[in-house]
């Protein structure tokens, strides 16, 4: 019993030697950085398509609800949250998604980030398997990254991911649900 103790204690003195060696520094300056590439292939077609008249009616119809106010599980004109919105202009175009941002993660076809386009669905989050946010995409492939979503703070907005730090850090992948 006596020789776990010493083992604990040598390993926490060893880790705290090191976390205190760390210099501190002021972090260094942020420059946008390209989209991340994953860490595995896409399944299915994810060539970038055209601009079909579905995506531009997606587009069109996400970009008149911009100013709607956020609501929590929100999934109508009174307020949206993320995935309440991009249920409801999917909806308005006759496609029935799932309620939550997780779920949206597992329809259509999966998408790299730097192959997104407009009408696409993009999801953040701390890894893969938990999407926590989902936007909609309304630029175009080549254009700086855009989309549409809910934010908890500010309703419906509009957001360029790449010059975003917070969004651009956690972005995770795209689902492509509209045939183009």
């Not at 077609?45 to 008149?64: C, D, F, H, K, L």
């Not at 926590?132 to 509009?158: N, Q």
């Amino acid at each position: 019993m006596r020789y776990g103790w010493v083992v604990l204690l040598v390993a926490a003195v060893g880790l705290s030697t090191a976390c205190g060696s760390v210099p501190l520094t002021s972090p260094p300056e942020r420059t946008p950085r390209p989209l991340p590439r994953p860490e595995r292939e896409p399944v299915g077609p994810t060539e970038a398509p055209g601009r079909s008249p579905v995506a531009e009616q997606v587009v069109r119809i996400a970009r008149s609800l911009l100013a709607t106010p956020y609501r929590y599980a929100g999934s109508d004109l009174s307020g949206f949250d993320c995935s309440g919105l991009t249920a409801f202009v999917f909806g308005k175009v006759g496609l029935d998604l799932p309620r939550t941002a997780r779920n949206q993660g597992t329809i259509g076809h999966w998408v790299a980030p730097d192959e997104l386009a407009r009408g696409d669905l993009v999801f953040f989050g701390e890894d893969r398997a938990k999407p926590f946010h989902v936007g909609l995409v309304v630029s175009d492939p080549g254009a700086p990254l855009t989309m549409i979503h809910s934010s908890s703070s500010r309703g419906v907005i509009e957001t360029e991911i790449v010059s975003s730090s917070y969004w651009l850090e956690r972005l995770r992948f795209g689902r492509r649900v509209l045939r183009h």
